[in-house]
């Protein structure tokens, strides 16, 4: 698996903040500490809670109802107290299987799976099939990125927001 060329990053971290929806570098890192606040409750088991997203953050409560709502329309999953309970990782069975110190917790596609030991500052162990021929791909993905795969031929490809990618192609009902 070959590293990214620099400028592939950045140009792939460009097309991601430019799709967040945030007007400005600072909403960027509130929703990044926000996202990142909510997968590691998912993390450690807990479902969220919009009033614990506002301690989190120091905002209001009715700011983080309004959070919840649009995260909710998103098609993020939730209980049916409205908690959070998957974001990119879940404790729903999907086919992409990601522990952390032995708890077994599944990501919603392949990619999410990478990202989520980069914002949680945690090592992983990866199972994800691969989507051409079906055969497992085994990864150990720590904060810096990948550390380890098998198979040794093993590749993933992304598709840049906004450049082919469907909102029916994405998230918790994603076919990869």
């Known amino acids: 698996m070959e ?6 990053f950045e ?7 430019s799709s967040s929806g945030a007007s400005t570098k600072e909403e960027a890192r509130r929703r990044a500490k926000a996202y990142t606040f909510l997968l590691r409750r998912i993390a450690e088991g ?3 809670s919009a009033d614990e997203l506002a301690l989190e953050l120091g905002i209001t409560s009715r700011d983080a109802s309004e959070v919840f709502r649009g995260l ?4 993020m999953e939730f209980d049916e107290d409205g908690h959070l309970t998957g974001a990119a990782l879940t ?9 952390f110190t032995g708890k077994e917790l599944f990501a919603w596609c392949a990619l ?15 199972r994800s099939p691969c989507a051409a021929s079906g055969d497992e791909i085994r990864l150990r993905v720590g904060p810096r990125g990948v550390e380890t795969f098998e198979p040794s031929g093993a590749v993933i490809s992304v598709v840049l927001p906004g450049l082919g990618c469907s909102p029916g192609e994405t998230g918790p ?4």
């Not at 009902?173 to 990869?176: E, F, L, M």
């Open 3 to 8: 590293k990214a060329r620099s400028g592939d």
């Open 72 to 75: 909710q329309a998103s098609g």
């Open 46 to 48: 807990y479902p969220a």
């Open 112 to 126: 999410d799976a990478l990202f989520i030991p980069g914002l949680l500052d945690e090592v992983a162990e990866v």
């Open 91 to 99: 404790a729903r069975k999907t086919p992409h299987r990601i522990s």
């Open 173 to 176: 009902a994603s076919p990869t």
């Open 11 to 17: 140009t792939a971290l460009h097309a991601w903040e």
